[in-house]
C-alpha cells in the first residue's frame, strides 16, 4: 500500500497566524512542518478531510473561502507552503497544537478499523438525480404534469396568501 505524509503546518505570515494539512508522497522533497505522520494514501486522505471539517467547525477560516489568500505577499503565495484550499487562518499557535492531539487522536485507533472507516468515508455520493413525480391529469391545475409539490409565498398580496372574510364592523355603541 503507498504510503504518504500528513503534514500540519503552522505559520505567523503576512496576514497573521495560519494553519495549513498537506498530503504528500513518503519520497516527496521535505518541508518544515510542526507535526508529521506517515499513514496509507487513503487514510491519510480520510484525516485530511476530517481535520479539514474540525477547523470548519472551530470556525477557522479557509484562505481561498475569505479571500485572505489575495492579501498575501507574492513570496508566500509563490512558497507552495500556503495552498489555499488547505491553509486556515487561526487565532495562534494553540490550534496546531490542537489539531496535533487531534490527528493523534485518530491514528490511535486500530489500523484496520480506520482503513475500513477510510474506505466508507471517501466514498463518492451517487449521482442520481431525484426521480419527476408523475401528476394525473385531473390533478394538474396551473404547474402541469410533472408537479414539484406545493408552492408557497407566490401571493403578491397578504390576502392571497391569508383569505380574509370582510365583514362590515357595526357603528361603536353610544351610551
Known amino acids: ?3 504518504a505524509k500528513l503534514c500540519l503546518s503552522y505559520g505567523e505570515i503576512s496576514i497573521g497566524p495560519v ?7 513518503d519520497d516527496g522533497p521535505p518541508y518544515t ?5 506517515t499513514l496509507s494514501y487513503l487514510t491519510a486522505m480520510f484525516v485530511e478531510q ?7 467547525l472551530r470556525g477557522d477560516t479557509e484562505l481561498a473561502a475569505s479571500g485572505l489568500y489575495k492579501r498575501m505577499k507574492d513570496s508566500e503565495k509563490l512558497s507552495g507552503l500556503w495552498p489555499p484550499y ?15 492531539l487531534h ?7 486500530d489500523p484496520k478499523a480506520l482503513y475500513m472507516q ?7 455520493l451517487p449521482n442520481s438525480p431525484t426521480p419527476k413525480q ?14 414539484p409539490g406545493p408552492v408557497f409565498g407566490w401571493g403578491t398580496q397578504l390576502s392571497d396568501l391569508y383569505p380574509i372574510e370582510l365583514e362590515e364592523m357595526a357603528p361603536p355603541e353610544t351610551i
Open 1 to 3: 500500500m503507498k504510503k
Open 103 to 109: 490527528i493523534a487522536k485518530i491514528v490511535a485507533t
Open 118 to 124: 477510510s474506505m466508507s468515508f471517501l466514498t463518492p
Open 33 to 37: 512542518a510542526f507535526y508529521e505522520i
Open 50 to 56: 476530517v481535520m479539514i471539517w474540525w477547523l470548519h
Open 134 to 147: 408523475y401528476v394525473f391529469a385531473s390533478d394538474y391545475g396551473k404547474r402541469g404534469r410533472y408537479d
Open 86 to 100: 488547505s491553509t486556515f487562518s487561526t487565532s495562534g499557535e494553540a490550534i496546531a497544537i490542537e489539531g496535533n
Open 19 to 25: 494553519i495549513n494539512l498537506r498530503i504528500r508522497d
